[in-house]
């Protein structure tokens, strides 16, 4: 009796079968794996061309008999998958579905991308450049790689003789158009080397690497996000983790920094290039880094269409479990101060009339030091408590831990700030939010391309509020009717340097108080009435 319910139990189980082909690439033998799915007691069923490049598509695989209702099925499912082919406008179609190791072959699937360009159909023992961006090259290669840092290469293994000594070389950092900062990074060589030439592997991993730099102008959290993180995202997120980064110009303060971020791009720890002298061994290796814009991700660049709204949702997973963490902690240290009757002093006194401190919509007011300082930022505090703001001051800097900041302007409903390197920290706010940037004198357009239309494209509603000659600290250095008032353009074509020196390094900002309410009451009612259209819970 328990033998027939055992039968019944396997009878009734499903299997799904997975085909994926590539089109204009060589014929070559089709390998099959049954995967038992974690948890669920159901097996899945992956069928890949074997490339030979390592990892699971490179293992050998056993044989299953299937039955002739299985092989029928597949056959004629397959001849669907080829009719599809036939009329797609697209390099190739994959149909990958896992809880498991199948994440990985859709990952090989769509390593170079998933967009056309000149690397776009990269096959095993290849090495490909693509140079087209202005902003970046990237590097990929298939095969039997072995990172070399005492020569700072990766070499390619290949026993093909007629490509020998193939070689390309890349500085893989983000920002291609500017010669002074490229020539701080290191360079790195990927050479074809016949198999007696080769290091022997001292690690083997069979997940491909991404090669980039932690150079260049890291230190600066715009440059972090959008020269760094954002172009890691954009590169590695398809891999669903299964990849290592391999870093130049390494430094355990960004480890430490980017972490929780970097955790949810890779499972793997990642690895110094320069000071770890093993032979790291992988079967595909990424040089470099792709950038779709300013603080953006293009999901129509992206091999499975994301978009910089997905990349948030990157940053909630990331740091959810650490602000929970946070959380408990002020709850048991708010249980001592009951105990104890000692209250912390609150930021703020409310309003007259104010409603209650948990209905108001909560604003965080992003403080400078040094240059482009809101000079009376008590004042604009108090101004948008009476407005009927919930407000928060922060003042971040390097040391200061992202989780923190975060969770701040996460739990936000508006951000106030001026323009500058804290302004990235808008992609921590949640869409429908509010993000009012005051725009000092001379800086427009750096203000809304750097900042306002990647806020935008994040779904927050954007204000720059633009100051008035009056309300900039270089009103009282300059004469009325100066260019640096009144023709900021003219001076910036002065150059870079004196644009900087004017403009960034000297400038501070006394707001308007009664013109900077209107935008604060604009705000107000903006959210107010997206509370009211929000659905009650039941």
């Not at 083997?204 to 690497?209: E, K, L």
């Not at 105990?339 to 209650?356: C, E, I, V, W, Y």
Request: glycine content about 8%; some cysteine.
């Amino acid at each position: 009796m328990v033998q027939q319910q055992q039968q019944q139990q396997q009878q009734q189980q499903h299997r799904i079968y997975i085909l994926q082909f590539r089109k204009g690439e060589p014929e070559q033998e089709v390998a099959c794996k049954v995967s038992q799915a974690k948890g669920a007691g159901r097996r899945v069923m992956y069928y890949y061309q074997d490339y030979g490049g390592g990892g699971k598509s490179g293992k050998t695989v056993q044989s299953r008999a299937l039955s002739l209702r299985r092989i029928f099925a597949m056959l004629l499912f397959s001849c669907l998958c080829v009719g599809t082919l036939l009329v797609a406008p697209v390099s190739f179609l994959s149909f990958v579905h896992s809880d498991d190791g199948g994440a990985e072959a859709a990952a090989a699937t769509a390593t170079r991308g998933g967009v056309s360009g000149p690397c776009s159909a990269v096959g095993n023992d290849s090495l490909c450049c693509d140079r087209t961006s202005e902003r970046a090259d990237i590097c990929f290669s298939r095969g039997d790689l072995r990172m070399h840092s005492a020569s700072a290469s990766f070499q390619l293994v290949s026993g093909n003789s007629t490509a020998a000594g193939e070689e390309e070389r890349i500085r893989p950092y983000t920002r291609k158009w500017e010669a002074n900062v490229m020539a701080t990074i290191d360079e790195v060589r990927l050479r074809r080397v016949p198999p007696g030439g080769a290091a022997r592997c001292d690690v083997r991993h069979d997940v491909p690497a991404v090669l980039f730099s932690t150079g260049g102008f890291t230190g600066n959290v715009y440059h972090e996000f959008n020269d760094g993180i954002l172009p890691l995202f954009v590169t590695a997120n398809h891999f669903r983790r299964r990849v290592v980064f391999v870093i130049l110009e390494y430094h355990d303060w960004w480890v430490t920094k980017y972490g929780d971020v970097v955790s949810q791009l890779s499972a793997f720890p990642p690895i110094d290039f320069t000071a770890d002298r093993r032979v790291h061994c992988f079967p595909e290796v990424i040089a470099g880094l792709r950038i779709h814009g300013e603080l953006t991700v293009d999901p129509a660049r992206t091999p499975e269409g994301k978009s910089i709204g997905d990349f948030r949702r990157l940053l909630d997973d990331a740091y959810r479990g650490r602000v929970e963490f946070l959380e408990r902690l002020e709850r048991r240290a708010a249980r001592k101060r009951h105990h104890r009757g000692t209250f912390p002093r609150a930021q703020l006194a409310p309003p007259r009339h104010a409603t209650s401190h948990h209905d108001r919509p909560r604003l965080v007011i992003v403080s400078r030091t040094g240059s482009r300082v809101i000079e009376n930022e008590a004042d604009v505090a108090a101004l948008a408590a009476d407005v009927g703001f919930d407000v928060r001051v922060i003042r971040p800097d390097r040391t200061t831990e992202l989780c923190k900041i975060y969770r701040e302007l996460n739990a936000s409903d508006a951000m106030v700030g001026v323009h500058g390197a804290a302004m990235t920290h808008f992609l921590f706010m949640r869409p429908g939010k509010v993000f009012i940037q005051v725009v000092p004198l001379g800086t427009d357009w750096a203000a809304g391309a750097y900042y306002g239309e990647p806020a935008a494209r994040l779904g927050l509603r954007y204000v720059g509020y633009k100051i008035l000659p009056e309300e900039s600290s270089l009103s009282r250095e300059y004469p009325t009717g100066d260019p640096v008032l009144t023709d900021p353009a003219a001076v910036a074509q002065r150059g870079w340097d004196v644009t900087k020196k004017v403009y960034l390094d000297r400038q501070n900002v006394r707001l308007d108080l009664a013109r900077f309410r209107e935008e604060l009451v604009r705000a107000h009612q903006y959210l107010a009435a997206g509370r009211r259209r929000r659905p009650r819970a039941a």
